[in-house]
């Protein structure tokens, strides 16, 4: 192969690469190894002769961050894209156990355990992880729970 040729073939495989990187979840390892094979082509340009290396290393750095903007514009529009990408942004749906925990907001309990950090609390028969709202809540005592925070819910001891 000659050297042109093993030149073409090397910023071809860094554009290959550039869109794979895009809807593959490589975390940059073919973006680098798409970087990579630029710097060999402008290696192999230099090998050849300095002209053609300034010329291969000027032509990447003006052609390739128009093909990166070229991407960019046109990937989420293109075919594929609307097959990978979402249409819209969907609105967190809160789950079953999230929706049972809301229903609890108000409800008394007691304390199973300390609640230092975070502990466990029975309200209407059933356990529940939580956490004091302020300090250390110890374990007996009746609390009501203010709202929710994930899958904990947020308590605070009854006055």
Do not use: C
């Not at 749906?93 to 049972?100: G, L």
């Amino acid at each position: 192969m000659t050297d042109a040729i093993i030149i073409a073939v090397l910023i071809l495989a860094a554009m290959v690469l550039t869109i794979a990187e895009i809807f593959l979840p490589t975390m940059g390892i073919l973006a680098v190894v798409g970087v990579l094979a630029l710097v060999w082509a402008v290696v192999q340009g230099f090998l050849i002769d300095g002209t053609v290396g300034l010329f291969v290393l000027l032509g990447i750095l003006i052609f390739f961050p128009v093909y990166i903007a070229l991407l960019i514009r046109r990937i989420p529009h293109g075919h594929l894209a609307k097959r990978v990408f979402l249409k819209q942004a969907e609105a967190m749906q809160p789950t079953s156990e999230q929706e049972s925990l809301a229903r609890l907001v108000g409800q008394e309990g007691v304390t199973e355990t300390p609640l230092r950090l975070s502990g466990a609390v029975r309200i209407n028969g059933r356990r529940y992880q939580a956490m004091a709202e302020n300090d250390h809540i110890d374990a007996g005592q009746t609390v009501r729970v203010l709202r929710y925070d994930g899958m904990d819910l947020i308590v605070a001891p009854v006055n």
